[in-house]
């Protein structure tokens, strides 16, 4: 599974250890540990002020799919966690929030919700009369909708 952006920089903050524990778990094929650490994860990141903390658990969320009686569970967490990552990322005007939530809901193959995303970027890139932002966030519409539709053809979605 391609990994959304963000997970390059897996962002750092009071999450990360549990997300190592969870990942180490998964390791061990310990599910019921995996999930508990996912747990505080989630919640430690849903504590913290930001977006990027949300982001990070959500992508780590769908490496519990690894288990096969959580792969649902895992899918449906990452997407109301990407959700609310989404909302915060809105509401404090992050053009780098929304054009992320946008790639990770692209990756779960979720077009509708990439484009209410990308619409969102659209505004936030135009508000700041930033010329840069508004070619940045074309560039990404672009390149997502491309995606979505190289996954049509090959029918992966």
């Known amino acids: 599974m391609m990994r959304p952006l963000f997970g390059k920089i897996e962002a750092l903050g009071p999450w990360t250890a549990h ?20 747990r505080q994860a989630y919640s430690a990141a849903l504590s ?15 490496r519990l799919g690894a288990f096969p009686g959580l792969a649902r569970g895992a899918a449906a967490r990452a997407r109301e966690t990407y959700w609310i990552a989404f909302f915060r990322a809105r ?24 484009e209410q995303c990308m619409r969102v970027a659209e505004g936030l890139a135009s508000r700041t009369a930033d010329g840069a932002d508004v070619d940045r966030v074309r560039l990404i519409a672009a390149r997502l909708a491309e995606q979505s539709l190289a996954e049509e053809r090959s029918g992966a979605v």
């Open 91 to 114: 509401q404090q005007r992050s053009l780098n929030g929304v054009l992320h939530a946008a790639e990770a809901f692209g990756v779960l193959g979720d077009r509708s919700t990439v």
């Open 48 to 62: 913290h002020p930001g977006w990027l903390g949300l982001l990070t658990v959500a992508a780590a969320s769908l």
């Open 19 to 38: 997300i190592q524990a969870m990942d180490q778990a998964v390791a061990e094929n310990d599910p019921g540990e995996s999930v508990r650490a996912w």
